[in-house]
């Protein structure tokens, strides 16, 4: 595995790219952090150390935003063209899967089917503003156009489990981090340990990317 860092250029300001390199990758995963925090998150660090040991290269986009030392991401569209930029630049010759956590996630599944992505991974998708299920962002899911992971916790406030309507789920496979909120933080009492917590975001990731793109055939 090898790591590299790069600053590239996006319509709103210098992104940064962290690649954590597989040596014989069958897959490239281009994941965005959330709104408020980067790429060293515990969830997305814990992608970056696995997944390449079973390969799967992971790139890690730093949105101009927080290079830029803001505190608060800037508008939607704004974080879509930097996605839209990075991908532009890596050239991969292995099927993308686009993701990200929280608003990363958001902007993944805007953009999927206009990357080429053949999959989308969605690291605790913010269905809704905490406390506001009438104002769902289902839509942004439903518009994606490729297989969609997601990947959440039990008590997130932005949308538990069981919000995710039936209706989704033939083009949605839905894991589940018991007890985990909306940063996947689990209760130091709670049914598993954080280190679990990560090992089941790290093994769902890893299965599905194996079944949906590396040519095991898509599920239903």
């Known amino acids: 595995m090898t790591r590299v860092e790069r600053v590239v250029a996006t319509p709103h300001g210098d992104a940064r790219l962290v690649t954590d390199r597989a040596r014989s990758p069958v897959a490239t995963l281009l994941l965005s952090h959330g709104a408020g925090n980067g790429i060293d998150t515990r969830d997305l660090e814990a992608l ?3 997944l390449p040991r079973n390969g799967v290269t992971v790139v890690r986009l730093e949105q101009p935003w927080k ?3 803001r505190k608060v991401a800037t508008p939607p569209a704004t974080l879509d063209a930097a996605l839209v930029a990075a991908s532009d630049q890596l050239r991969v010759r ?3 899967v686009v993701g990200g956590r929280s608003a990363g996630a958001r902007s993944a599944a805007r953009c999927a089917k206009g990357l080429g992505a053949v999959g989308c991974l969605a690291l605790a998708f913010p269905l ?3 406390g506001r299920p009438e104002k769902s962002r289902l839509a942004e899911l439903e518009g994606a156009g490729v297989p969609i992971l997601v990947i959440q916790g039990e008590r997130d406030t932005m949308g538990r489990p069981e ?7 033939h083009g949605l496979d839905l894991a589940v981090v018991p007890g985990g909120d909306h940063g996947l933080k689990v209760p130091a009492r709670g049914p598993v340990s954080q280190d679990e ?3 089941i975001v790290v093994e769902a990731t890893l299965e599905w990317i194996v079944r ?3 040519g095991n055939g898509r599920s239903t």
């Open 48 to 50: 970056a150390h696995h």
């Open 67 to 69: 290079v830029s030392g």
């Open 94 to 96: 292995t099927p993308l």
């Open 128 to 130: 809704h503003p905490p």
């Open 163 to 169: 919000e995710f309507p039936a209706s989704l789920r």
């Open 197 to 199: 917590a990560l090992e």
């Open 212 to 214: 949906e793109v590396a």
